[in-house]
C-alpha cells in the first residue's frame, strides 16, 4: 500500500507539473497572439517564470554583443530593472547571469551573501538571497537568461529547476517570433512613410498580394493642382518653392487618413488620391468631397501667408466616381499602387479646368451626393479626351445635415 500512495503522489505530482508547464505556455501564446510586439511578450515569459518555481522575484536578460541586458522583470521591483538595465551584465561570476553566461547551464546561488564572488548591487534594492539562472538558447545560441530570485537562501527544487528550464525553450522560440513581428511592424511604418499606409499594409500581408496583382473596383478618384504654381515657379526662389510644396503637401498629407483616402502619387503640385480601395470607404464619393472642402479650407489659410508676399497660389480639384483597375504598376525596383481607367483622366481633367477655389464633380459623383452637396450645374464641357461633352457640377458646399 505505501508503494501505491507513493506512485499516487508522484503521478499527482507530475500531473501539476504539467499543468504549471501547460499554463505558463499558454499565457506565453497569448501574449504572442496579441500582436503588441515584443514587450508583452517579455514580461509573460518572466512572470511565468517567477510563478513555475515560487519566486519573489525575476528578471529576463538578452544578449546584445558581450553584454546581457535587462528587459522585464516580475515582482514589483521596477527600480531594480532600472538599475539592472544601467548596469548591464558580462560573462563572469558576479551575477548570475554572468555564471550562466559562462557555463551555458543552469546556475544557482544558494546565498549571495555567503557567496564570495558575487557583487551585484540589484540585491541591496531587492533583498533576495536565492537565486536560479536559466539560459535562454536558440538553436544552440545563448540569447539571453531568465533569474528567478528568493527572499530566503536555498536550493531550487530539482522539480523547480526542470519546469523552468523546458520553459525557457519554448520562451526562446516565443522571442525570436516576437522580434520578427516587431521587425515586420517597423518595416510597415518605415514603409508608411514613403507609400500610403493602406498600401504598406497590402505589400505586408499575403491577402494584399492578390489586390496588388489587378482588380475592379468602383472608387472616387480625385485631382488637385495649384493654380498660378507655374508662374510662381518661374521667378521663385528654389527655397521659396521647396516651402510651398511641403507646406502644401503637409496639409493635404494630414487631410487624406482623416477621410480614409489612398495617395497615389505626388507630382510637383499635383496630387491624386483615391477612395474606396484598398479600404472600403462608407459614402466615399461624399467622403471625397468632404476632404475637397476641408483641403480648400486648409490650403487657403496657408495661402494668406504667401498672398501677403505678393504670391497669388490657389488650389483646384476634379472628382469623379467610377469603376477602375487598380494594382501594382512600375518596374522591377520600383511599384507604385495605381489606378488606370477613364475615371483617373476624367478626375484630371476636371481638376484642370477647375477655377482657384473650385472643386468641379462629374455626373456620377454627383448623383450619388446630390442630396447631401450644395452643388451647382456648370454645363457641359468638352475635354481632352473624351469623344463627347462630359456634364459637370461645381461644389458650394455640403448640405447642413451633411
Known sequence: MEGTSETADALKAEIERLRQEHLAVSDLLAALAGGEGLEPVLREIVEAARRLCDGDYAQLFLRDG???????????????????????????????????????????????????????????????????????????????????????????????????????????????????????????????????PQVAELISS??????????????????????????????????????????????????????AGTLEHFAGDGVMIFFNDPVPVSEHELEAVRFALAAHQRFRELAEVWTKRGDELALGIGIEAGHATLGRIGFEGRYDYGVIGPIANLASRLSSRAAPGQTLIGPRLYAAVEEAVDASAVGNLELKGFARAIPVYEVNGLHSSS
Open 206 to 259: 499575403t491577402e494584399g498580394e492578390q489586390l496588388l496583382a489587378g482588380h475592379r473596383a468602383y472608387i472616387s478618384c480625385l485631382f488637385c493642382d495649384l493654380r498660378n504654381f507655374t508662374g510662381f515657379a518661374e521667378t521663385a526662389a528654389p527655397e521659396d518653392l521647396l516651402d510651398v510644396l511641403r507646406a502644401y503637401h503637409t496639409a493635404l498629407g494630414e487631410l487624406i487618413p482623416l477621410h
Open 66 to 196: 558581450e553584454l546581457f541586458y535587462a528587459h522585464a522583470e516580475a515582482g514589483g521591483q521596477p527600480e531594480a530593472l532600472e538599475y539592472a538595465r544601467a548596469h548591464p551584465h558580462a560573462a563572469d561570476p558576479t551575477t548570475a547571469v554572468g555564471r550562466v553566461a559562462l557555463s551555458g547551464d543552469v546556475v544557482q546561488i544558494e546565498d549571495v551573501l555567503a557567496d564570495r564572488e558575487y557583487s551585484s548591487g540589484d540585491q541591496e534594492i531587492v533583498g533576495f538571497r536565492a537565486l536560479l539562472g536559466v539560459p535562454v538558447i536558440l538553436k544552440g545560441a545563448l540569447i539571453g537568461a531568465i533569474v528567478v530570485g528568493r527572499d530566503q537562501p536555498g536550493l531550487f527544487s530539482q522539480e523547480q529547476v526542470e519546469l523552468v528550464r523546458t520553459f525557457a525553450d519554448q520562451a526562446a522560440v516565443a522571442i525570436a517570433n516576437a522580434r520578427l513581428l516587431d521587425a515586420v511592424e517597423r518595416q510597415r511604418s518605415e514603409l508608411a512613410r514613403f507609400v500610403s
